[in-house]
């Protein structure tokens, strides 16, 4: 049946049900992440849900990576990542290999689409990474770097095990969006860290400053809670919060030096629980030597080379448990809007300050 969507583009309803994890979307076959071209071609098929966009919000790594590389030309930033959608049907950086979420309006809704909680112009955030969402772009526009935010045209597809968030009314749609995006590390923060221990926070961007919140709030008053990050601005930030037992200038590439720091921090016993939020890569070895032996360190960036991280710990005799940072885990976003509501002084690292 035919049907015009919000966008105005007429297109055709398939009644067959192709793959819920999308890979139907994946030219040469496989799950849509690790392909290296998707086909974001209209119509969208009965399981799927297509997105008016209005905005992406890149992933930190990704986005120091395109503007240091563009020299922070806004024209040669758009027109890097205009290149990477038209060729890969995605926004998948290929030199990260991260993406980021995106926000618009709710423009059609296949007849076999699992959720029933939205309709035609609902404001939703994705909740899974542009490395895996098909996407074709129009236009794009301004670019925020500091928010890693870039205003752009045109449509998403989101496949029936695809996550998303309506936006609160409460909230601001780009800090909505920020958010979301980095919502999985205090979600796994809470889940993992102990009253008791000591936390390592590696790195106090955004994802870092609210695993620092999330931190206080598993822990209480107990323990004790350690941020590292080699910008002062950023600490002065972390400051602000008042969560943070330990705030401390550090170069997070340089594992021996944050051992030190980690050491003199909490007495040679080091930290139970790390957690490496840093958006450029060599950071591994701080994160293992700051972490003591049979504890735990969650990575959660896109910088990240776990064949570095898995070698490293090998090479210095450190048991260990890594774990990988799964962008999704069970009431997280609801967490993390918790979390930036109980703490105004997040305010400064969401408004791209």
């Given at each position: ?191 993992m860290a102990q009253p008791g221990q000591v936390v390592c926070v590696l790195g106090t961007g955004r994802a870092g400053l609210l695993s620092l ?25 972390a400051r602000a919060l008042g969560v943070a037992d330990h705030l401390e200038m550090a170069h997070l590439r340089d594992p021996v030096a944050t ?95």
């Amino acid at each position: 049946s035919a049907r015009r969507h919000a966008s105005g583009v007429r297109s055709i309803q398939v009644m067959t049900i192709p793959c819920p994890f999308g890979s139907h979307r994946a030219i040469g076959g496989g799950l849509p992440q690790p392909a290296e071209r998707l086909d974001p071609s209209l119509p969208i098929r009965a399981n799927e849900l297509l997105i008016a966009v209005e905005a992406l919000n890149l992933d930190s790594s990704s986005m120091r990576q395109i503007a240091e590389s563009c020299g922070h030309d806004q024209a040669r930033m758009r027109d890097y990542i205009g290149e990477i959608v038209r060729s890969r049907g995605k926004m998948h950086n290929p030199v990260t290999g991260s993406g980021g979420v995106l926000i618009g309006r709710v423009a059609e809704i296949g007849p076999d689409f699992p959720r029933s909680d939205i309709k035609v112009g609902d404001v939703i955030c994705t909740l899974v990474s542009l490395s895996l969402t098909p996407l074709a772009l129009t236009g794009i526009g301004a670019i925020d770097v500091a928010a890693a935010r870039v205003e752009a045209s045109g449509h998403a597809i989101l496949f029936a095990s695809g996550l998303f968030a309506k936006l609160p009314a409460d909230l601001p749609q780009q800090t909505a969006m920020a958010l979301c995006d980095v919502a999985g590390a205090p979600g796994h923060v809470l889940k993992m860290a102990q009253p008791g221990q000591v936390v390592c926070v590696l790195g106090t961007g955004r994802a870092g400053l609210l695993s620092l919140c999330a931190a206080r709030r598993a822990l209480g008053r107990s323990g004790t809670i350690i941020g590292l990050d080699a910008s002062a601005d950023s600490l002065e930030r972390a400051r602000a919060l008042g969560v943070a037992d330990h705030l401390e200038m550090a170069h997070l590439r340089d594992p021996v030096a944050t051992h030190r720091i980690v050491a003199a921090a909490t007495d040679g016993r080091l930290a139970d629980l790390t957690i490496a939020t840093t958006n450029v890569p060599g950071c591994e070895g701080a994160a293992i030597l700051g972490t003591r032996p049979k504890g735990r360190i969650l990575f959660f960036s896109m910088a990240t080379s776990f064949t570095a991280a898995a070698l490293t710990a090998e090479g210095v005799g450190r048991d260990v448990e890594m774990i990988i940072g799964n962008g999704y885990t069970e009431g997280w976003v609801e967490t993390t809007f918790a979390l930036y509501r109980a703490h105004p002084a997040l305010a400064a690292a969401f408004h791209g300050q």
